[in-house]
């Protein structure tokens, strides 16, 4: 997939599946139940054991079905690794110049982490994709709507504190798209392996998000 083509697919998704696991088993359990769900971005965490080896087969196995990502990136090293195993976007809680450029050398969709205007507009014009508004806990769909006034023209995605009941609010406020952790990947179904019910609940989130733009 070219990265056009990644990024207007993971802006249609409208969320992106922030996905913690202890192992490659349950990585791919996970993404099978969330794609299954119509949540088809999936970002896997670079803090879970065998990230790279689970992009590789979630690649292989759910194809252009999904759009595998990595997350948690904190260097540029780890970002080639991902990429090399079939990450299709990069998504990191942090800006650094050196991982937008890997991210470029291979034409693969930048998503780097910043808080406050400056940093937000600091990584846009060093050539970031989507700018990860992060933590956004405290924050609010009111700060991007604010941020979208005098900056309409960056593109910018919520992660921490994205739930059910407000991704529809953020992607009204001008967000591109929602990250959702563990609101989405619920640990309580991960741990009773209740595959069935984590997709009911991706579908919850896909509609919302759906429901935000229609």
Do not use: H
Not at 2 to 31: F, H, N
Not at 145 to 153: A, I, S, T, V
Request: neutral net charge; proline residues 5%.
């Amino acid at each position: 997939m070219k990265k056009a083509e990644c990024l207007q697919a993971v802006k249609e998704s409208g969320v992106v599946a922030v996905i913690r696991a202890g192992g490659p088993d349950e990585l791919l359990q996970i993404t099978r139940a969330l794609n299954k769900g119509g949540v088809r971005a999936l970002e896997i965490t670079m803090t879970s054991p065998g990230a790279i080896e689970t992009i590789k087969t979630a690649v292989e196995e759910l194809g252009d079905e999904a759009i595998i990502g990595v997350g948690s990136v904190l260097d540029a090293e780890t970002a080639r690794m991902a990429i090399l195993a079939g990450a299709q976007f990069v998504v990191s809680p942090v800006f650094k110049p050196e991982l937008v450029a890997m991210c470029k050398r291979y034409s693969k969709v930048c998503i780097p982490g910043a808080f406050t205007p400056t940093e937000i507009l600091t990584a846009w014009e060093a050539g970031a994709d989507v700018i990860k508004i992060f933590p956004a806990t405290k924050l609010g769909p009111g700060f991007i709507k604010d941020l979208k006034g005098p900056m309409p023209q960056i593109e910018v995605t919520p992660t921490g504190g994205v739930t059910l009941e407000n991704t529809a609010e953020f992607i009204k406020a001008g967000a591109a798209f929602v990250g959702v952790g563990s609101a989405l990947v619920d640990k309580k179904l991960v741990a009773e392996q209740n595959w069935d019910a984590l997709s009911e609940l991706a579908a919850k989130f896909a509609a919302a998000a759906k429901s935000a733009r229609s």
